[in-house]
């Protein structure tokens, strides 16, 4: 399992934050207006987690399924969005869980 931090802002061609984005929420609100599947439950909790913190957990298989839609011409992102959006899965930390959560 992997963290990937989404709470940023987007940043303009200039590398400049433009106002009032964050790409967690950004990213949840896309999640929560796409097309349901067989996995929405998954997906919801994930659009929650991002809206709420800007931070995700994947596996290395969830990761490439979030990948291949974040770049699926279907979820009507501009180009910057989603390069921003694929940049952070370039700086996932990988999860070692505290000792609270390995009881």
């Known amino acids: 399992m992997k963290t990937y931090n989404f709470d940023k802002p987007l940043l303009d061609l200039d590398e400049k934050p433009v106002e009032n984005t964050n790409l967690g929420k950004l990213l949840a609100g896309r999640i929560a207006t796409s097309e349901a599947n067989t996995r929405s439950i998954k997906w919801v909790d994930w659009a929650k987690s ?7 957990m994947l596996d290395d298989t969830d990761a490439l399924e979030f990948k291949a ?10 180009m910057l ?11 996932g930390v990988d999860f070692v869980p505290s000792k609270a959560e390995k009881i």
């Open 50 to 56: 991002l809206h709420r913190t800007g931070l995700v």
């Open 69 to 78: 839609w974040i770049g699926g011409e279907k979820t009507g992102m501009t």
């Open 81 to 91: 969005l989603v390069s921003a959006l694929l940049m952070v899965f370039n700086e």
